[in-house]
């Protein structure tokens, strides 16, 4: 029998067991409809939903923060996926611009301390690089980090006294480092089979060992390590290359040239083009 008063407690706590019993016999169905029902609604009223979203969030930090964190710790592979998928695309559509981001940093970092290198004089950007005055320059890139880190970090440090500029070719042979006479003479016999005896630099002819490099060719020097298990090049790059027979796709360049051609994609000299 109705309820003569379908508004007393008695018919809405009648309501409420029919419509619990019929959830659980169909639940599937139940969750499909409230699924289109939300995403109707939402689509008829997206500006009024989001500002409401918005003002509970605004009022609900905690909550908001809270929710979230548990949801990513229960979803945490999905979470990884849709970052590293975002990523990618993200790299996709700015290809350059972590290549263009050091570029500026470096041009603001490099103008402030004059552009030009304090021992030789060398003025091409693209041959410049920031040195410690008092050294330990390598202890202090692994707290700061390099690339972009480094630079902001200068910049937020307002310029220490502490840095100039130097060429690359300044640089390493500022204080050359004690290599060992086994060390010196593999990297003496992969300059000399790279290049001519003695070596020299392919593009712009600088001779001189502490002032010479090896260079990929086509590129790709960092992902070549990489593949052949190594986290950096040195004694064991050369190592193994002795031990390939000296494969072909390698040059002698000076630290100058090798290095505007990795961060800049030219060198001035332009013998390389």
């Not at 990523?87 to 490099?110: A, F, G, M, T």
């Not at 060429?167 to 060390?183: G, L």
Request: charged share 35%.
């Amino acid at each position: 029998m109705p309820y003569k008063d379908p508004n007393c407690e008695a018919a809405i706590e009648c309501r409420k067991r029919a419509q619990k019993k019929y959830y659980e016999v169909h639940k599937e169905l139940c969750r499909k409809r409230g699924r289109e029902y939300g995403k109707n609604y939402y689509r008829e009223h997206k500006e009024e939903c989001l500002m409401r979203n918005k003002l509970w969030r605004m009022k609900n930090r905690d909550k908001d923060r809270e929710g979230k964190r548990k949801w990513r710790e229960k979803n945490i592979e999905k979470v990884r996926n849709y970052c590293r998928i975002n990523q990618r695309r993200w790299k996709e559509r700015h290809p350059n611009y972590k290549r263009d981001k050091i570029r500026e940093l470096r041009s603001i970092v490099l103008a402030h301390y004059g552009s030009k290198c304090a021992i030789c004089g060398e003025n091409h950007i693209e041959f410049l690089t920031i040195d410690h005055i008092y050294g330990g320059g390598n202890q202090h890139r692994k707290k700061i980090r390099g690339g972009t880190d480094g630079y902001n970090w200068i910049i937020k440090n307002g310029f220490p006294n502490d840095l100039q500029i130097l060429c690359w070719n300044c640089n390493f042979a500022k204080e050359p480092k004690k290599y060992k006479e086994y060390y010196k003479k593999v990297r003496l016999e992969l300059l000399i089979h790279y290049s001519d005896n003695p070596p020299k630099c392919a593009c712009c002819g600088k001779e001189g060992i502490e002032n010479l490099a090896l260079d990929h060719i086509k590129g790709g020097g960092n992902k070549e390590l990489r593949n052949i298990g190594l986290s950096k090049g040195g004694f064991n790059f050369y190592c193994w290359l002795r031990k390939q027979g000296y494969p072909e796709g390698y040059r002698v360049l000076c630290h100058n040239c090798n290095s505007a051609l990795g961060l800049y994609g030219y060198c001035p000299h332009k013998c390389l083009m």
